[in-house]
Nanobody
Framework: VQLQASGGGLVQPGGSLRLSCAAS????????IAWFRQAPGKEREWVSF????????YYADSVKGRFTISRDKAKNTVYLQMNTLKLEDMAVYYCAADGSVHTFSTWYKDKYEYHYWGQGTQVTVSS
């Protein structure tokens, strides 16, 4: 299994970026995908998640209404559209995948529940 994250870059506050997570060795029908981010000196935090069974999206409160997660099963790729970017969104963004059965309903927020990780893509928000 490989996850290839891309699409990061430098953007001004209020700008937009679209991140991509291209997956190989798995299918999105059976693997859930999440985006996490990690700013310098901070813990890796959950940002968004898309459920494998039906593509239902979930968002952290800090990005709700600004970020949109989606998937293209034909391309085996998950996207994170990030709009109205803020300084506090600046971080390395990672995609993660897991196909296991989980026993608690909010497992997707826990970085330790994911078996596979991409390499990360830097998002810099600066004027």
């Amino acid at each position: 299994v490989q996850l290839q994250a891309s699409g990061g870059g430098l953007v001004q506050p209020g700008g937009s970026l679209r991140l991509s997570c291209a997956a190989s060795g798995l299918t999105l029908d059976f693997y859930a995908i999440a985006w996490f981010r990690q700013a310098p000196g901070k813990e890796r935090e959950w940002v968004s998640f898309i459920r494998s069974s039906d593509g239902k999206p979930y968002y952290a409160d800090s990005v709700k209404g600004r970020f949109t997660i989606s998937r293209d099963k034909a391309k085996n790729t998950v996207y994170l559209q990030m709009n109205t970017l803020k300084l506090e969104d600046m971080a390395v963004y990672y995609c993660a995948a897991d196909g296991s059965v989980h026993t608690f309903s909010t497992w997707y927020k826990d970085k330790y529940e994911y078996h596979y990780w991409g390499q990360g893509t830097q998002v810099t928000v600066s004027s």
